[in-house]
C-alpha cells in the first residue's frame, strides 16, 4: 500500500479533468465508475472521488505488471490509486485522461452483491442503501450542491458583520408555544419516577426538569441580537410532527438571521437579497452539477433559478392573497376564508399561477401565528412573513418581533403560556427594548428547491421522518 497516503499532493479528478494538467505526473485516488477492456491490448477505467460529477479515464495497458492478475478484476466500486500522467484525450467527450505508470487497488467490489450495478435504480431504493447513495451522480451532485449553499449562506451573513451565534440542541423551553418537541431523558421508560399525585418526577431527571430538542434558535438568537445587533444561527431542528410529505423532515436544518433596529420590511428585504445570493452562487459554482439535475431531474430548474435571481418578489398582505384565492375561479381542496391558514395548495397557486414568481406574504391573522410575531394596529394581524416559492411553498417564515412588553404579556396570556417560564425573553423587553426582526430558512426545502429533487428526504445525507430513521 501506498506510503503517500494522506499526503496533499494527490490530485483531484476535477483538476486532472482540466486541460491545463496535460502533462504533469500525477497521484490520485477514487473509485471506479467502470472498466472495458480493449482486444488491442488495453483498459479503460472512469474513475470518480467526488470533487466533480464527470469521472476522468484511465488507460491501463495490458504490460502493466498487475494487469492480468489485478486489473481485470477490477468492476464498479473497486477503489484504487492511480500514478501516471495527464495527457490530451483523443476521445471527443473530455479534454483530458490519464495514463497510468500504476494501478493499486485498495479494495474490490464484488459485482454479484454490490448494489449499485443497475443504472435507474429508484430513489426510494437508494434511501434504503443511505451508506452507498453518495456514491451515484444524483447523490454526490446533492452534497457538492449542498455544500455549496451553506458556504454560500455563511459567506451572505460573514460579508454583512452578522455574528453566527450557536443555539443550544437541547432546549428548557417549548421555543414556540405550539410545535410538536421530541423529548429528551435519561428516564427508564418503564419505571419512570413519579410524584405522590402520580404525575411525573421531572427533579429526577438528568437535567432536573423536562427538556426537549430544539425545534428552532430563535428565542436564543433574540437575546443575541439585542446585544450584538445582527446576528445568525445555522444548525439542526427538530420537529415531531407527523407530516409525511415530500416538505417535511423529523431533523432539519435551519438558518435563522435576527437583526436589531430592524422592522418587516427590511426583514423582506433581507429575506430576498439571501435568496437571490445563494441561488446565483449555485448558478455560478455549480454549474456541472446543475446541467445534470436539468438534464435529469427537473428540466425547467436552471431557468427558474435564474428567474429568482433576476426577479422582484411580489409582496402582498395575508388579507389580499385571500382576496385573490377568493376571486380565482380555482377549486381548492381546503376552502377559502379569511383567517384560514394557508395551505400548501394555496401558497402554490399564488406562487406558480398567479404570480409565476416569488411571493412575500405579510400581516397574517394574529390566531394563526405564534406569540412573538409583533401586532398590528388593526388588533387582529401581525407583522409576519412567509416567503413562498413555486414547487416548495413556503420556504422562509419570519416576523418583526414584538417589542412592547405589555402587549407580548397579553399575547403570552391570550396563547395560554406561563409568563414565568418566559421571564428571560420578557427580560429582554424590560432593559432597552428595540425593534427587531428574522427570519427562519430551511436549508433541506433550499436544496430541494435549488436542485429540482422532489423529495426532500432525498437531499439531506441521513432523512429523519415518521418511521423512518434507519441509518
Ligand atoms: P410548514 O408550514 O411548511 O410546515 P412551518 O410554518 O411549520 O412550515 P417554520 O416554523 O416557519 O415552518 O420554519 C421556518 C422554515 O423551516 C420553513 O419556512 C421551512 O423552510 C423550514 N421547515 C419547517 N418545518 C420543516 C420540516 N418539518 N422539514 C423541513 N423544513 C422545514
Ligand atoms: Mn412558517
Redesign the pocket.
Same mark, same amino acid.
Given at each position: 500500500m501506498s506510503t503517500k497516503l494522506g499526503e496533499l499532493n494527490q490530485t483531484k479528478v476535477v483538476e486532472a479533468l482540466n486541460a491545463n494538467s496535460i502533462g504533469k505526473s500525477i497521484r490520485l485516488c477514487g473509485w471506479v465508475r467502470t472498466r472495458r477492456d480493449s482486444k488491442a491490448g488495453f483498459s479503460f477505467l472512469e474513475i470518480n472521488d467526488g470533487s466533480t460529477l464527470k469521472n476522468v479515464q484511465v488507460l491501463a495497458e495490458a504490460k502493466l505488471p498487475n494487469y492480468e492478475s489485478e486489473i481485470l478484476k477490477i468492476g464498479i466500486g473497486s477503489s484504487v490509486e492511480i500514478e501516471g500522467t495527464v495527457v490530451a484525450s483523443p476521445g471527443k467527450e473530455q479534454a483530458t485522461e490519464i495514463k497510468a505508470d500504476s494501478v493499486k487497488v485498495f479494495g474490490y467490489a464484488d459485482p454479484l452483491t454490490y448494489p449499485l450495478q443497475k443504472k435507474g435504480t429508484s430513489m426510494e431504493f437508494l434511501r434504503t442503501i443511505a451508506h452507498l447513495r453518495p456514491r451515484t451522480n444524483t447523490f454526490g451532485a446533492v452534497a457538492r450542491v449542498r455544500n455549496e449553499i451553506c458556504k454560500s449562506i455563511h459567506n451572505f451573513f460573514q460579508s454583512r458583520g452578522f455574528i453566527y451565534v450557536h443555539a443550544p440542541i437541547i432546549t428548557g423551553s417549548d421555543c =414556540?408555544g405550539a !410545535?410538536q418537541m421530541f423529548k429528551v431523558t435519561t428516564f427508564d421508560l418503564l419505571d419512570v419516577p413519579r410524584k405522590e399525585d402520580k404525575s411525573i418526577d421531572f427533579e429526577q431527571d438528568f437535567f432536573g426538569r423536562p427538556t426537549n430538542l430544539t425545534v428552532?434558535g430563535q428565542l436564543e438568537a433574540e437575546i443575541y441580537a439585542t446585544a450584538l445587533t445582527n446576528v445568525y444561527t445555522f444548525g439542526p431542528t427538530f %420537529?415531531a =410532527?407527523n @407530516?409525511n410529505t415530500s %416538505?417535511? +423532515? @423529523?431533523e432539519?436544518w435551519?438558518i435563522e438571521p435576527e437583526m436589531a433596529f430592524c422592522n418587516l420590511e427590511g426583514n423582506m428585504s433581507v429575506a430576498e437579497e439571501f435568496l437571490k445570493t445563494i441561488f446565483n452562487d449555485v448558478l455560478t459554482n455549480c454549474g456541472t452539477d446543475m446541467q445534470f439535475f436539468n438534464e435529469r431531474i427537473d428540466k425547467t430548474v436552471i431557468e427558474t433559478l435564474k428567474g429568482i435571481v433576476e426577479s422582484d418578489f411580489v409582496r402582498l398582505s395575508y388579507t389580499e392573497a385571500v382576496d385573490v384565492l377568493l376571486k380565482c375561479g380555482e377549486t381548492f381542496e381546503f376552502p377559502v376564508s379569511w383567517g384560514i391558514d394557508l395551505q400548501s395548495e394555496h401558497e402554490r397557486y399564488l406562487t406558480e399561477k398567479k404570480f409565476k414568481k416569488p411571493v412575500i406574504v405579510c400581516d397574517y391573522p394574529k390566531d394563526i401565528k405564534a406569540f412573538y410575531m409583533r401586532l398590528n394596529d388593526d388588533n387582529k394581524t401581525v407583522r409576519a412573513m412567509?416567503v413562498l416559492v413555486p414547487k416548495v /411553498?413556503?420556504?422562509? /417564515?419570519g416576523s418583526q418581533r414584538e417589542e412592547r412588553l405589555d402587549v407580548l404579556e397579553q399575547r403570552m396570556k391570550d396563547a395560554g403560556l406561563d409568563t414565568e417560564e418566559y421571564w428571560w425573553y420578557l427580560d429582554l423587553r424590560r432593559f432597552g427594548t428595540v425593534p427587531h426582526a428574522g427570519f !427562519? +430558512? !430551511?436549508l =433541506? %426545502?433550499t436544496v430541494q428547491f435549488a436542485t429540482g429533487m422532489s423529495n426532500?428526504r432525498d437531499v439531506i445525507p441521513f432523512p429523519r421522518a415518521p418511521k423512518s430513521a434507519d441509518f
Open positions: =414556540e !410545535g428552532s %420537529r =410532527e @407530516s %416538505r417535511h +423532515l @423529523s432539519f435551519m412567509d /411553498g413556503e420556504i422562509i /417564515g !427562519g +430558512l !430551511g =433541506e %426545502r426532500i
